[in-house]
């Protein structure tokens, strides 16, 4: 079992940035990819943001691209979002995610908000 643990959400003016950091409760590396999902307000799905690799590459949505920086830390088993240049639409839960390579198995983190609001 894989326990996530958010950090850094909060209240940010539009324009400004914020970094969220995920720890897991197991080591991350070499097994999982780790990612981020966001649920907008009165949505009922998540939306991928960000993932990156066990070996760093890394993907992005389109609307995030060039905004947010995913990273990770094999040796502390964290994962980190830098969001920059953040607006209202960004308004949502983040949430960390970690997925096995080879079991596919997923689990999630609680949660963090993020609110993009002057």
């Known amino acids: 079992q894989v326990q996530l643990v958010e950090s850094g959400g909060g209240l940010v003016q539009p324009g400004g940035s914020r970094r969220l950091s995920c720890v897991a409760s197991?080591?991350?590396?070499?097994?999982?990819?780790m990612g981020w999902y966001r649920q907008f307000p009165g949505g009922k799905q998540r939306e991928l943001v960000a993932?990156?690799?066990?070996?760093?590459?890394?993907k992005y949505s389109e609307v995030v691209k060039g905004r947010f920086t995913i990273s990770r830390d094999n040796f502390m088993n964290t994962t980190d979002l830098q969001m920059n240049s953040l607006n209202p639409e960004d308004t949502a839960v983040y949430y960390c995610?970690?997925?096995?390579?080879?079991?596919?198995?997923?689990?999630w983190g609680p949660g963090t908000q993020v609110t993009v609001s002057s």
């Open positions: 995610n970690a997925q096995h390579t080879l079991t596919k198995r997923i689990y």
């Open positions: 197991v080591s991350i590396f070499p097994s999982y990819i």
């Open positions: 993932y990156i690799t066990m070996g760093g590459i890394t």
